[in-house]
T-cell receptor, first 112, second 118 residues
Framework: GESVGLHLPTLSVQEGDNSIINCAYS??????FIWYKQESGKGPQFIID?????DKRQGQRVTVLLNKTVKHLSLQIAATQPGDSAVYFC???????????FGTGTQLKVEL | EAGVTQFPSHSVIEKGQTVTLRCDPI?????LYWYRRVMGKEIKFLLH????????ESGMPNNRFLAERTGGTYSTLKVQPAELEDSGVYFC????????????????FGPGTRLLVL
């Protein structure tokens, strides 16, 4: 698969539990952050974004938290479902520009 | 509305051959981006078009890679000659409108082209 050779951290959760995926970003000048979900054989799918003038944003079953002091981003998924199983990437607009810099990714596995 | 589409989905070629990847962005999106993930690495930016103009090509690895977007619609990425280290997944993304320094717009990704150079 596409993740071969890329040693992804893995988060295993029980169906129905909440999931928290963490990400550390690198550039303090970045002002836009996105979470993408990638299922096997597909491209990254937009989940939620947040700008640097916010510290929390909520979507449907997902919440993104931004801590600019420690350059940390997290994605919370409520009531995790089997369909949430995928690799999750955080991305930042490096230095405030247009190109995105991606994190390594976290493999989320939902156990029944 | 159709999303970003890419062709082909898979390509297997021999070292030294040429391969051309195509991306059709979401209709009306002025911004088009190419990214790639080579084996064992993160997804990396290659370049950014605004309409038919190259806005940022700082991620292009070398002169064996040529990207075009004639007419400001679809884009092609040609690798000539291909090397073993070019193997990976090539993603295209698009976003709407002209980027200003104050607004960052969501980039929507295509399914990718999986390139294998033997």
């Amino acid at each position: 698969g596409e993740s071969v050779g890329l040693h992804l951290p893995t988060l295993s959760v029980q169906e129905g539990d909440n999931s928290i995926i963490n990400c550390a970003y690198s550039n303090s000048a970045s002002d836009y952050f996105i979470w993408y979900k990638q299922e096997s054989g597909k491209g990254p799918q937009f989940i939620i974004d947040i700008r640097s003038n916010m510290d929390k944003r909520q979507g449907q079953r997902v919440t993104v938290l931004l801590n600019k002091t420690v350059k940390h981003l997290s994605l919370q998924i409520a009531a995790t479902q089997p369909g949430d199983s995928a690799v999750y990437f955080c991305a930042e607009n490096e230095g405030g520009g247009n190109k995105l810099t991606f994190g390594t990714g976290t493999q989320l596995k939902v156990e029944l | 509305e159709a999303g970003v589409t890419q062709f082909p989905s898979h390509s297997v070629i021999e070292k030294g051959q040429t391969v051309t990847l195509r991306c059709d962005p979401i209709s009306g999106h002025d911004n088009l981006y190419w990214y790639r993930r080579v084996m064992g690495k993160e997804i990396k930016f290659l370049l950014h078009f605004v309409k038919e103009s190259k806005q940022d090509e700082s991620g292009m690895p070398n002169n064996r890679f040529l990207a075009e977007r004639t007419g400001g619609t679809y884009s092609t990425l040609k690798v000539q000659p291909a090397e073993l280290e070019d193997s990976g997944v090539y993603f295209c993304a698009s976003s709407q409108g002209i980027i200003t320094s104050a607004v960052q717009e969501t980039q929507y990704f295509g399914p990718g082209t999986r390139l294998l150079v033997l």
